[in-house]
């Protein structure tokens, strides 16, 4: 009968862990190997994580975290071991029926899962009261008057919070929901009575998560009398809403862009409505100015080009340059909607008000690159009529085109620049070598520190009984004969980490039998089950991937040589108990009696080595 080990091990047998890590982070060739900023702690340089694709591994010196394509994904994502096989398999577009037979469904905490329950009920109730509530007629109203049909509110689940506050609390609590519960899901201030709800009188929007589920609400006030000061009123971080983690109608919005092949980013919600109002599904808001780590990771996933499309206004579109140099770190492909428009409205809603769908279609549908965008960014905001105006503009250009890898882009980009400025060519390329060699010197330099750093971190004197004890383990972990070798020669190491790496082998050999496969990926795949009860077994996985990176340049070894480790271990640590007994007896001795013991114990070490030598034979 199959299980999910076997189905783990044949998705790793056709993964390349460079593709699916890359899927996540974006990764550097050095040499055999790859770098990346580890995504597993708050890392600042290169030279800490590394993946190794011959062995299929990823591992990070800093902060311990290792493991196979399948943990890195279940470690990244944060999921459960079943979750993680498959969408490993979606990265790698690798089918299988056994994916839809063994991926279990995520279990959630029943607190957690109540949370959900109540924000569903917030939502339809919210809904529900755009229609059917006393004093909900002026929302309403004003949503039409925006020009939002009926069927446009509610494919974007728009509500509106009654000014009877506390009509949503007794609702919900006539439902069995608690106070706390409540409150949990943000709507609730435990601490201001009589207990109403937070976003009475305002039009509700309510936001999702990946899957659909409501985690939270943005509430737009739009009376005259109302006399609070912020336009909106964001759901504050809960259990289950986190504004870092969310992209305003992902959900729906990813659907469509798996059919097109492209997303737009749009600033804010009613941008967003805009869009899919003027026939275009596939747009998604931001939250905040920013884009997050976490909101790269769902680009990442939706595998489709990215079109950048902020206001037009000098924040909009300095906050445009801004995330289109994290998508260029980050490997993203994307466009940006051009900036170079004959009106004077700064974002998709004002442009469909003022012109219609058609208009809206045709601006979103013009693109541009990043180079386009930053020459028609930078003339209009600079008076080209002066020369330190144009050594400004040249200055701000010059990064880009020491970018340009394409001679033919480059071409092409020095000519705009030269027409813009009226600086030469040669003058415009001079500039532009001196960029590009003092940042490939300040490169080198970072390059020569990191390397530094890394010779006095991980590369400490490494004696010789901790070398022959990682190249049995790295036996060990490539052949399961060597296992029994290990056993029956050796019994155990001496240094803690490793016997742990040992034990853990050994289990996995009882828990496969003799019928399945033996490599390394089925070991952690075993570790990395959350049915595995293996004591400490992520810092195993951690220091198995860790053995496997210092040990990747060993050749591989024959039974005679493994052989010949094992007898320089056990000389090792006869040698150790000799300088022991040395230790201790030579306490309190004078020279002349503490040469004579040396000398004894060099004489014992010597007989150890004859005698090891001559049972080998």
Known sequence: MSTIFDLANDILKSADIVEVVSHFIKLEKRGKNYEALCPFHDDKKLGNFYVSPDKGIFKCFACNSGGNAITFVQKYTNCSFAEAVKKTAEIIGYKDDRLNEFVQVKKIDPK???????????????????????????????????????????????????????????????????????????????????????????????????????VGFSCRKFREFDDSNAKYINTSSTKVFNKSNILFNLYNGSIEARKVGYIYILEGFMDVIACYRAGIKAAIGLMGTALTKENIQQLRYLKCDIRLCLDLDNPGQTNTIKIAQLLDENSIKYEIVSNNVDFKEK??????????????????????????????????????????????????????????KDPLDYEEYVNKVNLKTGFSKDIINKYVKKFVKSATKEDAKIADDEEERKLVARDKVISRLNLAEK????????????????????????????????????????????????????????????????????????????????TSSFPPYSEEEMLGILDTINIEKAKNRVE???????????????????????ARKTNLIQDLDKKRR
């Open 471 to 550: 190249q049995v383990l790295r036996y060990m972990l490539e052949n399961k004969d060597a296992v029994k070798i290990y056993q029956e020669r050796l019994g155990y190491f001496v240094e803690p980490s490793y016997r742990n790496i040992a034990s853990s082998i050994e289990e996995f050999i009882v828990h496969q039998g003799d019928t399945k496969d033996y490599d390394v990926q089925n070991i952690v795949n075993y570790l990395s089950d959350d049915s595995c009860n293996i004591t400490n077994k992520n810092k195993v996985i951690n220091d198995i991937s860790g053995i496997l990176i210092d």
């Open 580 to 602: 022991q007994d040395l230790e201790a007896s030579s306490k309190g001795q004078s020279d002349i009696e503490k040469a004579e013991l040396a000398k004894a114990a060099f």
């Open 347 to 404: 974002d998709s809603d004002e442009i469909l008000k003022s012109y219609g769908p058609e208009k809206l279609r045709s601006y979103l549908t013009t693109l541009i690159n990043k180079g386009e965008y930053l020459i028609n960014y930078y003339s209009k905001h600079t008076d080209l009529t002066s020369l330190e105006n144009k050594k400004d503009f040249l200055s701000k250009m010059v990064p880009f085109l020491g970018s340009l």
């Open 112 to 214: 957690i899962q109540s949370i959900y329950d109540c924000l569903k009920d917030i939502a339809n109730f919210y809904e529900t009261s755009l229609y059917q509530s006393d004093n909900s007629k002026d929302a309403l109203d004003y949503l039409h008057n925006r020009g939002l049909s009926d069927e446009v509110i509610k494919y974007f689940k728009i509500g509106y919070a009654q000014l009877k506050g506390e009509n949503i609390i007794n609702f919900l609590t006539k439902k069995g929901y608690s106070l706390q519960t409540i409150s949990d899901a943000g709507i609730l201030n435990l601490s201001q009575t009589p207990y109403r709800d937070i976003n009475s009188g305002r039009i509700a929007f309510t936001i999702t998560d990946r899957d659909n589920n409501v």
